[in-house]
């Protein structure tokens, strides 16, 4: 296990956690939220008929997180890094086990919802009243967020709607208009992966200054550069399992030689 901080407060401990997909090869009752909830009612039934099959995602992971933490979860594609990350937002349930968290833990991910119809600033404005902050708490950091995810350097595109954006700038300001608010626990899928290194080494910065504010960082990336800079604990996970958990280098160094070299995240078989 990594070395534990001085302020020994967990924040986040996941106990013996199992996660599983059900998915219907048959497709039967799709779009319909009423043959939804149906399923979900006669899911033990529906299991044992033709066309349901179970996906282990993630398989008796046990960790606990602590204040002031920078964890990086890595591993090769479709290990279960972001279904995890999403069991611990409260966004998944989970098969068996528990997890346990001190605040409301926030998701940022690429892929994070946005209304792509409305303006880069409509979505600052958004975003920050669902974080939970005033419109004056917005206003007073709005000119700080766009600033920080640099997608006006070339233009005025924060007037602009959000789907005439390149996807490397809508992740640069979903993290810019995280980042405006201290979180108790912070889940980020990714997004460091987006930009030029002039924009990573300020997202760094920033979550250097979160974990200072006595809060826990999850960054899921492939890029083993941004875990060294960013995290001082890992965790490897594969298959579904936890495979290691430790200092970053220990493990990067165990994990490099299992892909074959540095950033390297070959597809599971």
């Known amino acids: 296990m990594a070395e534990i901080p001085s302020s020994n407060v967990p924040t986040v401990v996941v106990d013996g956690v199992d996660i599983v ?4 090869g048959t497709g039967a009752g799709r779009g319909s939220a009423t043959a939804a909830l149906n399923r ?22 046990s960790f606990v997180a602590y204040k002031g933490e920078a964890i990086g979860l890595i591993g090769t594609n479709g290990s279960g890094k972001s279904t995890l990350l999403k069991a611990v937002a409260g966004l998944l349930p989970v098969e068996n086990g528990r997890i346990y968290t001190d605040g409301q833990p926030s998701l940022l991910g690429v892929n994070a919802a946005m209304m792509s ?4 600033e409509r979505n600052v404005y958004l975003g920050g009243l669902a ?3 005033s419109r ?3 206003k007073g950091r709005y000119q700080e967020i766009v600033d920080f995810s640099g997608i006006n350097e070339k233009g005025d595109f924060i007037t602009l709607p959000m789907r005439t954006y390149s996807s490397g700038m809508a992740a640069r300001l979903r993290f810019s208009i995280a980042a405006a608010k201290d979180h108790d626990v912070l889940l980020i899928d990714e997004a460091l992966a987006t930009g030029d290194r002039s924009f990573q080494k300020r997202s760094e910065e920033r979550i250097r200054e979160l974990r200072e504010h006595a809060g826990t960082v999850f960054l899921v990336s492939h890029n083993n550069k941004s875990i060294r800079d960013t995290c001082d604990r890992v965790l490897w996970l594969e298959r579904g399992e936890l495979r290691m958990d430790g200092p970053t280098e220990d493990v990067l160094q165990e994990y490099e030689a299992f892909t074959g070299g540095a ?6 078989a």
Do not use: C, F, S
């Open 263 to 268: 950033d390297k995240a070959p597809k599971a």
């Open 21 to 24: 997909y059900r998915v219907n």
């Open 136 to 138: 004056e708490q917005i």
């Open 131 to 133: 974080m939970g902050m």
């Open 117 to 120: 119809d409305l303006t880069g």
């Open 40 to 61: 979900m009612l006669r899911r033990e039934k529906a299991e044992k008929a033709a066309g349901v099959r179970k996906v282990h995602a993630v398989k008796k992971v």
